[in-house]
């Protein structure tokens, strides 16, 4: 296989390049398939690398890429988009674009990475909105794939059909399997349920050649009913801090009762090695890495707030994404569903965006 | 004080009677300034109480009251009001219309008994839509109330208010807390995010009376950074239950880990006090009541799985809010609202139906 050539926007985050560059680098010692493209300020990545000694082996495999402004984490996106045009950001996006990179990856402002990757990748025919998606683990052992977790406040049916399109293609693709099973986020599991762009989103999922499983309520997440869990990105996004909370909140509440005496300390102390196996399975840093789906490129989205051992874990998703052939898999997707289905036409398959132009 | 008079719907729920009937002789025996009234199929209620060897002293704070019908967790809410006019259900609720219960409780259909105690019950002035509330704990050892929990799919601004107002007086009655904290559930802190409606409410919370911290993020629940957390019943509901899922699925978890080995079964052992009362902590069912707001009564939901520990704390959630008063402090604090802000006209308070006819 040729190598899979990753832009990564170094200067983007909470921390910017004392995290990116160490991940970067412990990210290419394990993948020697993998090509780092480190975009962003020339001689403070030069500095970083001299810090971390890079190795001349390890070099080989490296390349700077400058890029003389940087989006700040306040940065309106406007502001990003319009008058910082020599971004690491944008350059990151761009490298995709011009076929250099075959993903791009930055941890910086949401709002500014999901509307520059869009205004210089554009989206895939077909998909109207890009969506925000994030695989995260559930009660049978898998991963439930969630979109859109923010990046469309306001959503159609046909929207959520595209999302569910774009996220079967990520679970088929990056999880090996096929047909996978969709799931419409709703307040209840019978049809009559859910305010009126969910219940015709339902209709056009049902009409679509999806594995449209049907409504899913809230707890299915983490059950693991279904592969792919489509909201709207209102929704999405409260669901999954919501999620962050709890589990931040959970956390808490263990640590305090193995603190309450010393008696209790002993316990945990001795209880340490399984509450340590038990954390690094729900540590979120594993879950670390949101794809930005519907673009013509594989382009990821850290936390801002990652580590470097989380900030590896988004570099492996874009790995992932471009490896299982993400981007072909959406493309083939989006044919199928748009070609027509058993007694449908090609406008009831709900790709037209005036197809159901009564909807808000 | 003078007696508390509960109205318990003892055939509601997944189990009904075999929970309901125990839960109110144990909820009894603690409370001997409640009296309860059990309605339902009479006979089955009395042979109930034999079966339980209700002791004479008992049942002097006991009274049957006879319904004939029964709603079922599959009864069409149509159905639920219109065909079973002696229903269980029913009834309960016209023992608080007619001043001969203070509280009413139910483990049955939601959307059911939403809407016999809404019709049977009506509105408070002020409120045209009740909603459901609920406390859960937060991170700071206290209790985030956060309403709407699925009673109103599509909201106005109007209503996300009215729901702040019902959230403020539940948390300052039964809470005993002054002028309570409220936050609009958002996808962002800053002002320009989010959809129409919850900008606008944000724009009427901002010039109503009350204590509004402003947006907050789905995290903020359970950090506790606000005392009331508002949003509509799509997103409320979506938010609850995938939370229980979630701590579900911690709790498989660490279950998991614990049986990995022999070693890690012995590690569980030792730590099982601590774990315990982590369980014990966290124990959906202490926190099991939801309040039904906005109605002139007291009303409130039990989950439908509730077992009789579960269904006492429904109970014990009517009997708070009767003592508390809460009934009196919500008409207080909806008369503070629709009095005249600070440079406002009762119109701008936000609680005229008609002021934003614009939003969908």
Redesign the interface.
Known sequence: MAMIRIAIDCMGGDFGLPVTIPAALAFSDRHPGAELLLVGLADQIEARLAQAKASPAQRERLRIVPATEVVTMDDKVEVALRRKKDSSMRIAAELVRDGQADACVSAGNTGAWMAISRYVLKTLDGIDRPAIAKAI???SGGMTVILDL?AN??CTAEHLLQFAIMGSALVSSVGHRERPSVGL???GEEAI????VVKQAAELLRRSALNFHGNV???????GTVDVVV?D???G??????????????G???KE??K?NLF?LL??A??T???N??RQ??DPRRYNGAALLGLRGVVIKSHGSADTYAFEWALQDAYDAVESGLLGRTAQTIAQITSVPAGGTEHEAGLEPSSHGDI?
Chains 1, 2 share one sequence.
């Open positions: 683990p559930n009660q923010g406040v306001d986020l709703n307040i349920k859910g305010n009126d309520e809230g707890n299915d997440i983490f059950k909201c990105g209102f929704v996004n409260i669901v999954l801090k919501s999620s962050e909370g709890l589990a931040k909140m959970l808490v509440f263990i009762e193995f309450r209790t316990m945990g001795i209880a090695p399984v509450l196996r038990f399975r729900v808000a």
